[in-house]
């Protein structure tokens, strides 16, 4: 069973694999992606040298050398039989526990432990959840079985896993085009938090949780005692602290390279990368003909300026939706950020070359680099101001007319295009405009914008947790309003969204991702750094920009943000409506039960005409059902039948 498990997350680990078994009822298995220690030494699951803890990892501990160096100080050195930061991570536990162990740590990582002594497992996962860990019981009675594991395809092996959608679950993936931590796609089974170490045992059935560092904390604290030096000295003090994290993250025994968009993050871990490199660091970036979504251009010019050996591919619209039906399986639960598919491509590239790659993903929200943060603020600033009669009188008037009578009204102003060239639906903005004139604080404006659908009456069965965006807001005293989304999104969108949209995408085709701005110190220290510094004259991420342009001159980087996206839009009017109307169908979704179909055929009738652009909210309900159609092609209709009409 362990060994079918364990080939179900094959492409996570391709180069070896290992079971270990014990009579107290057991079982770990471990796929290798072998990065450091390529030897015999490196195998997993691997005991310690005194024999009490067996150890499965994924991830990489960066400062691994470091401990080796600590344990040797305090006379804790076993006989090393390899130079594998698992082993390493083992001698820790042994001689100072597993909390203080972990504490230690800088890397990334997800592992289970087990004590033969105590019998207690322990999970745990990175600080920042770069690396997925998803556990829960599963069966009744005395033949519930306790599941774990990188991947849900493992889990789902098992023949006591039950595979039930969790209807709560997909009211929170419609709202944020992802299933949010602790939360998975079926009932039951969880995803661990970042920062977080959880025991069970025999004896303990109900999983203890137990937090080890919290972002919310490190916040608060970085606001409440600020770096007092000059912008000088913080840019000094950041890039020192940046090139630690890149040259810790360059040691791999592997070939390495790094993903390049041209943007100010990759081009300043890649302007890092290289200035500590003794060659050419190799480079990777993938293009659209489409207008407004190239970016290899940019990325091609850093590249040629820092000198680095650098690949692109220009992906036709055909490679990029030969993807589609392989993003269910990839990702193991819904998932609808249709970066994805870009976020692939690169990988997959890179992936021919190397088999680890540093990104630069992160640098927008530790400092403040996304447009939201300023159009929030500025768009409570002027909400604020009016009184709320005046708004709900405002809100009736735009909404009293369509989109498409607005755009007939304000035709006289004449076409009026955004920065890619593409005209603006006028009345689509009046509305949405209006959807935010009836907000009543920052919070609640915050999360009208990462919202797509709101899930109650459209989610059949459903009923929407309670999360840190929506019913149990996080204290977060002293944090002003750029600030404290700065820090939800750190909590929440990273996480949830870019972190399992990489792993994902890299790991399917075994490439190991890095990422130097979640190095905890780096995260620590730009908390503590001015919101000044941060952002400065309507511009984001000042300080940043400060490091990479002692690297790359300034007219390189300077443009309007582009972000990493495909033209889901055009394609859903185009090459992929058939495929659309197949899974939105109305007799389909009245089948499957899941959603109101109502709204769904509307929103797709406004946007195959070409009247609204409703290619998120979509995506969304595209991604859940050609996930259901994998569902049926692996366990088959009738069970997929089951649990539809149980649920309903």
């Known amino acids: 069973m362990l060994e079918r498990m364990a080939d179900a997350m094959a492409l996570r680990g391709p180069d070896d694999c290992g079971i270990w078994v014990d009579d107290a009822g057991i079982g770990l298995a471990h796929r290798r992606l072998s990065i450091l220690d390529l030897s015999p030494a490196g195998h997993q699951p691997m005991a310690c040298h005194a024999g009490r803890y067996v150890l499965a990892l994924n991830g990489e501990i960066y400062n691994h050398q470091d401990l080796r160096r600590e344990l040797a100080t305090a006379q804790a050195v076993p006989h090393w039989h390899g130079h594998s930061d698992t082993e390493t991570l083992l001698a820790g536990f042994v001689a100072w526990g597993i909390r203080a162990t972990i504490e230690r740590c800088i890397g990334m990582f997800a592992f289970a432990v087990w004590d033969r002594k105590d019998h207690v497992l322990t999970l745990g996962r990175d600080r920042l959840g770069e690396k997925p860990l998803y556990y829960g019981w599963q069966g009744a009675g005395e033949r519930a079985s306790f599941l774990f594991g990188s991947d849900l395809n493992a889990l789902k092996v098992h023949p006591a896993f039950a595979a039930n959608v969790d209807r709560d679950a997909l009211c929170l993936l419609m709202r944020h085009n992802c299933i949010p931590a602790p939360h998975s796609i079926y009932r039951g089974v969880f995803k661990l938090l970042p920062a977080h170490l959880l025991r069970v045992s025999l004896k303990r059935r109900e999983p203890v949780l137990e937090a080890y560092w919290s972002l919310a904390d490190v916040a608060v ?59 050419p660091i190799k480079t990777f970036s993938i293009g659209f003909e489409e207008e407004g979504y190239d970016e290899a251009q940019h990325a091609r010019a850093v590249a040629r300026h820092l000198g680095t050996e650098h690949t692109e591919l220009y992906v036709t619209p055909q490679q990029a939706m030969d993807i589609i039906p392989r993003l269910p399986r990839l990702y193991s639960e819904p998932f609808a950020d249709s970066s994805q598919i870009p976020t692939f491509l690169v990988s997959q590239l890179a992936r021919g070359q190397v088999t680890v790659s540093l ?55 004449g076409s009026i295009k955004s920065r890619s060239h593409r005209p603006i639906n006028l009345g689509d903005r009046l509305h949405k405009g209006a959807n935010l004139l009836s907000v009543r604080g920052i919070d609640e404006l915050y999360l009208r914008h990462v919202t ?98 002692r690297h790359v001159p300034r007219n390189l980087i300077e443009r309007p943000k582009m ?70 092609s692996t366990s088959g209709a009738s069970e997929h039948e089951h649990e539809r009409v149980e649920a309903v």
């Open 221 to 279: 604290a970085g606001v409440h005692t600020p770096f007092e030096g000059t912008a000088s000295q913080a840019t000094d003090a950041l890039e020192q602290l940046l090139c630690s994290a890149v040259r810790q993250q360059m040691v791999a025994d592997v070939p390495l390279g790094a993903f390049l968009s041209g943007g100010i993050d990759s081009s300043t871990v890649v302007a890092l990368m290289q200035a500590q490199a003794d060659r």
């Open 452 to 549: 797509h659908w709101e899930p109650e009456g459209f989610v059949i069965g459903g009923e929407e947790p309670s999360t840190c965006l929506r019913g149990k807001p996080l204290p977060l005293p002293g944090l002003d309003a750029v600030q404290r989304m700065m820090a939800l999104d750190t909590i929440t969108y990273l996480p949830d969204d870019i972190l399992v949209k990489v792993d994902r995408a890299a790991m399917g085709v075994s490439l190991e991702t890095r990422v130097p701005f979640l190095d905890h110190r780096v995260v620590e220290f730009a908390w503590r750094i001015p919101q000044s510094m941060k952002l400065r004259d309507g511009v984001g991420k000042w300080i940043l920009r400060r490091v990479l342009y």
């Open 359 to 413: 990104s630069g993903d992160a640098g927008d929200e530790l400092f403040g680099g996304y447009n939201r943060y300023r159009l929030a603020q500025k768009r409570w600033e002027t909400i604020s101001l009016l009184p709320g009669g005046a708004r709900k009188l405002a809100v009736y008037g735009i909404r009293s007319l369509s989109p498409a009578v607005w755009n007939a009204l304000l035709r006289p102003l």
């Open 563 to 632: 972000g990493f996206g495909v033209p889901i839009d055009s394609w859903l009017r185009g090459p992929l409506r058939d495929w659309a109307e197949t899974l939105l169908a109305e007799s389909r979704l009245r089948q499957d039960g899941y959603f109101n179909p109502t709204p769904i055929r509307q929103k797709w009738a406004e946007h195959s005409s070409g009247q609204r652009n409703w290619q998120y909210h979509l995506w969304d309900v595209l991604m859940f059902q050609a996930w259901l159609d994998s569902r049926r």
